[in-house]
């Protein structure tokens, strides 16, 4: 259509709009149509004439930097049942960050739904989001091709066949079925990455580490990526290994380390070693041992003492300085074998009270039983229910009634909604979102019960994933 017909259209609807007859402005083409009718037919042909050509003559032409996208892949999983996506919708506008949205999507997914793509995408950047998004992740990355978002198998030859999230989490998957696979697929494949995706792939080695991983990552000294070759000296300090045989400032750092401990005995019968943060004189030793706990592995400590890890974690005395054994427990977290990390968290966690929520700086090396049991014993000393928000990468749906009822929890959360603990009641919200995420549907719907009978309005927004989890029974 050209500019004289266009100007032709935008007077004929002046026209209409005015209530005139647009019949003698109309174009000689269109009067022919028109013609032979009757006045009020001529003008509703024109009309419908009118119409048409605005919205299909007249449609913009796509940019030129539009791409074209493939649809949206097909998920694993079912959506969520329409009569269900209200009380999902609430669980999302309360949700504070990525971080609880997330926590809404694992709890739907751990009951075997996934949400409708206009209630929530997951984003490319977040890399928590439950596997079963993995196809949306790489969609929402804007990754193109015709690619198939997952197969049947990874292999060298559909390396390129898997877009990056799919493709990370099924070398994580081999890594637990097919370790010594996964690592070849590793080491034949990532080289050729650049170093940020590099360095991921090394990050996968951690699941199912074992000896025969220890060749090649001593291989990954010679990486060109600073952070390739600290991941290959960590993981190595899991393996009871060696670091990097080129950095020579690493063994200087550990005896400067050593010098900030102090070991002592306990005991009068049965007298043991003992180590300790030693008494420093000022902030800035201070800040040199926080920066010597993150640089240096647990095992090569250990050995300057002469001990192993697990005897070295066992004879540390947690209580003399709290920064210190905040650092001290995040340098076991990463560098620390499998035995010692676990021996360090069933102590906290035995011991209770403060000492247990420094596991929460091991949660990332724990199996889902012993994360089980730290929750547990927050809910039942109730020392720092705020904790509790802190909890990352446990299970959805498992938190039974009577976990709740076997300490103090529902005191103080009663105490806390009636406004009796005014600490605590600025975090009551944060903490019913953690419960939603955790509890049973039983669980959840007595929960939503109890609370409402302290005070809490039925239609608070902070009850909205537990309302969610109690309907997805």
Known sequence: MNESELTGLAAMRDCWIT??????????????????????????????????AIE?????????????????????????????????????????????????????????????????MPAASY????????PWVDWQAGVDGEKQSSREQLTAETWDDFYPAARRIALADLRRTAPALAR???????????AEIRSALIELMGVGLSADDAPFLKGLFADRSGKVRELAGRLLARLGEQGNPRDGGLEDATAELAAFISEGNSGFFRRRTTYAPAKL?????????????????????????????????????????????????????????EAAVAHLADTLVAEGGKPALLVLHLMARLDSGRKRALIRQIL??????????????????????????????????????????????????????????LATAATAEKLIGDVVAAGMAPAAPSLGLLRLNASLA
């Open 380 to 437: 039942k000393d109730t020392v720092d229910l705020h904790a509790l928000i802190q909890v990352e990468g446990v299970e959805a749906g498992w938190l039974e009634w009577g976990d709740l009822t076997n300490g103090q929890t529902l005191p103080a959360l009663r105490s806390a909604v009636a406004g009796n603990d005014e600490p605590l009641k600025r975090s009551v919200d944060q903490i019913l979102e953690t419960l939603g995420l």
């Open 281 to 337: 004189k000022s902030p800035s030793q201070e800040s040199r041992r926080i920066d010597l706990f993150a640089t240096c592995y647990l095992g090569d400590l250990a050995a300057r003492f002469g001990v192993t890890e697990s005897d070295f974690v066992g004879a540390w005395q947690f209580g003399f300085d709290d920064k210190a054994d905040l650092f001290f427990v995040r340098m076991v977290s990463v560098s620390g074998g």
């Open 56 to 120: 299909i003559a007249l449609r913009p032409a796509a940019p030129k930097t539009l791409k074209q996208r493939p649809p949206l892949p097909k998920l694993a999983l079912p959506m969520l049942p329409e009569q269900l996506r209200p009380l999902l919708r609430a669980a999302l506008k309360h949700a504070a960050d990525a971080r609880y949205k997330t926590r809404v999507a694992t709890l739907v997914a751990s009951r075997g739904f996934v949400l409708h793509p206009m209630d929530w």
């Open 19 to 52: 209530g005139g007859a647009a019949f003698d402005l109309a174009p000689a083409a269109w009067k022919a149509i028109a013609g032979n009718a009757n006045p009020d037919e001529r003008e509703r042909r024109l009309l419908a004439i009118a119409a048409q």
């Open 127 to 134: 890399r928590e989001s439950p596997d079963v998004y993995a």
């Open 184 to 194: 070849q697929l590793i080491e034949a494949k990532g080289s050729s990455e650049a």
